[in-house]
């Protein structure tokens, strides 16, 4: 996993849309339930309606943020043999939503999964599918020090901007995606790529209320086919 850095920007400054006071009244009230003088049952369904009021939070941001570009682009995608084996390039864009933004602002961190899957076609039968390879990412920004963490497995890095967070998980190079004894150097096979922002590792009270939002279904794909 490689760091790089980016010229110093950020997001703007997050807030609150019209009608939604009461919603953080409700949740600065819950918190307070939930302290050293809560008991039992009491805490837990504190915390419960706390996640629930911090998904419907998020929820009337994405349905007012009003009308701006968002989604996946994927300008470099390629596939070559390298040592009997497969690698993959990508490269793509990001163009976050104004709810994704809000989130992270508030501290829910975001994970980015890429996913190439490598097939081998049979006309008497489904494809095969003889290889599987994923990659994700975490991002969260931490308030203490203005800044934005970039974890990759056991590695993290901060970076002093969303912008440079996010171009560091929006590529890869020489990924290795499938293994020379899983290749056959006279068979043709193609691989089926997507990356998207994975709603499924998300709290779950913000799966729940995700589910009918389009703010949150940022995803692009692409089949390849190496002959």
């Not at 997001?11 to 009608?19: A, D, K, M, N, S």
């Not at 009230?29 to 419907?56: D, I, K, N, Q, W």
């Not at 829910?108 to 999964?113: E, G, K, N, S, W």
């Amino acid at each position: 996993m490689g760091f790089e850095s980016a010229p110093r920007t950020g997001l703007r400054p997050v807030r609150p849309p019209w009608g939604v006071r009461e919603l953080g009244a409700a949740l600065r009230f819950l918190m307070r339930m939930s302290g050293p003088t809560g008991r039992g049952a009491t805490c837990a369904a504190a915390a419960c309606v706390r996640g629930l009021l911090l998904a419907a939070w998020l929820g009337v941001l994405g349905h007012t943020a009003g009308v701006r570009a968002q989604g996946i682009e994927l300008p470099q995608l390629s596939l070559s043999r390298q040592e009997g084996g497969l690698t993959l390039d990508f490269e793509v864009k990001l163009a976050l939503s104004r709810a994704t933004e809000d989130a992270l602002q508030r501290g829910v961190p975001l994970y980015f999964t890429a996913s190439a899957q490598v097939f081998h076609p049979r006309w008497y039968w489904r494809d095969e599918r003889v290889a599987r390879a994923t990659r994700t990412w975490r991002i969260s920004y931490q308030p203490l020090t203005s800044s934005w963490r970039v974890s990759f497995g056991a590695l993290s890095q901060n970076y002093p901007s969303a912008e440079a967070a996010l171009a560091m998980i929006s590529r890869a190079t020489r990924w290795r995606i499938a293994e020379p004894e899983q290749i056959d150097p006279s068979e043709r096979y193609y691989v089926e790529f997507s990356y998207r922002l994975d709603s499924s590792m998300l709290p779950r009270p913000l799966q729940l209320d995700l589910a009918v939002q389009s703010d949150w279904r940022l995803s692009v794909e692409r089949t390849l086919k190496l002959d």
